[in-house]
């Protein structure tokens, strides 16, 4: 019996890009956020390093790891799959390919000193290691059928989307970020968290194309209320960035944004409707339960390198508290100017 060909590791280069996506969409367990533009996307408007790992036999990709590094005075250094995205981690053909990956990217955390290695899993890897447990993914399916997917709504939530309907509000497909940035930055600002640039944005329409895509649902008066911009992969939508005028609320613009998008989708044969991340015990997790979405654990793995414990970099750590008050007490302008030098050290 012949021995398999050896296994050989290489760094992402530019003319690999088709043959690496080509891979990503056709492993079962990849994730939009595997996508070879994250390369392009996190270097060029975050300007951090990035380090998109392949393994090959015989020169046939049998394995993907893209990782990025964050390096901040404020929240410390680290190394991870992926900053920015709420999915990431190895994929691969084969235990050997995956641990040849796995082992690539610890000495390669070794090499730049960070604190932590993270991997942002769909299913368990490592048991062993220590696991942050605050997120969660909304993920359910979408019927080929409109009104099946109206029915499947509980009760109440219907009621807010029929709402929304009656108060005349239609949803539009933007051609830039503009109106949905607008919204996006007043909205992070109400709830004082700094905001991504608008050139973030604009930089995910250019890379992915006809799988980036900003709705905006408007008024009887044609005033923007609700805007999301979501990403498609397969036969799957991920809403993924969203904001809302204060207005939103009253006319259940929020509700009919989240329907349009699903029926859009259940039009163009999509079979899953992905309502992405949350913390537990926040409103947007709420919010996603009231669609009768049901949560599924998320598990961020992490190699501890030079820390005891894992870092908590969000809004839920009472250290943040006063940050946050003070943020939304910040004019509007300033903060738009001042949030991506900080949001781009979060990942």
């Keep these: 019996m012949s021995s398999p060909p050896p296994l050989s590791l290489h760094r992402l280069a530019p003319d690999a890009y088709a043959a690496w996506d080509a891979y990503v969409f056709d492993h079962p367990h990849a994730t939009f956020f595997h996508r070879a533009g994250w390369q392009r996307i996190i270097e060029s408007v975050f300007r951090h390093p990035t380090f998109f790992l392949l393994a090959q036999r015989a020169g046939r990709i049998v ?16 190394l991870s799959s992926l ?20 082992q690539e990217a610890e000495r390669i955390a070794g090499e730049l000193g960070v604190e932590h290695l993270e991997f942002r899993n769909l299913q368990v890897h490592h048991a062993d290691w220590p696991t942050q447990d605050l997120y969660v993914t909304f993920r359910r399916e979408i019927f080929p059928d409109e009104e099946a997917n109206m029915l499947a709504i509980p009760r109440k939530q219907r009621a807010m989307v029929r ?21 996006y930055a007043d909205n992070v600002h109400r709830h004082g968290t700094p905001a991504f640039p608008k050139k973030y944005f604009a930089a995910l329409l250019k890379e992915f194309g006809a799988d980036a895509e900003v709705l905006t649902v408007t008024g009887p008066a044609g005033q923007p209320l609700s805007s999301v911009l979501s990403f498609y992969f397969r036969d799957e939508v991920l809403p993924y960035y969203a904001g809302d005028h204060v207005d939103a609320r009253d006319l259940a ?8 998008l699903m029926r859009r989708a259940c039009a163009r044969g999509l079979k ?21 979405f049901e949560p599924a654990p998320l598990y961020y793995e992490y190699r501890l390198l030079k820390r005891d414990a894992i870092p908590q970099n969000n809004p839920n750590n009472p250290k943040y508290k006063l940050m946050i008050a003070a943020w939304q007490r910040m004019p509007i302008a300033l903060a738009n100017w001042l949030g991506p030098h900080i949001v781009r050290n979060l990942g």
């Design 63 to 78: 394995g993907v790891l893209p990782l990025a590094q964050v390096n901040s005075r404020l929240f410390g250094n680290s």
């Design 83 to 102: 900053p920015f995205a709420v999915y990431g981690g190895v994929l691969a053909d084969d235990d050997a390919a995956a641990a040849a990956l796995e």
């Design 163 to 183: 709402k929304g309907i009656k108060n005349d509000l239609k949803s539009e497909i933007d051609a830039d970020v503009e109106r949905f940035f607008a919204l």
């Design 253 to 260: 613009a929020n509700d009919f944004k989240y329907w349009e």
């Design 272 to 292: 899953v409707f992905d309502y992405g991340r949350s913390k537990q015990g926040t409103g947007s997790y709420a919010f996603k339960k009231n669609w009768g």
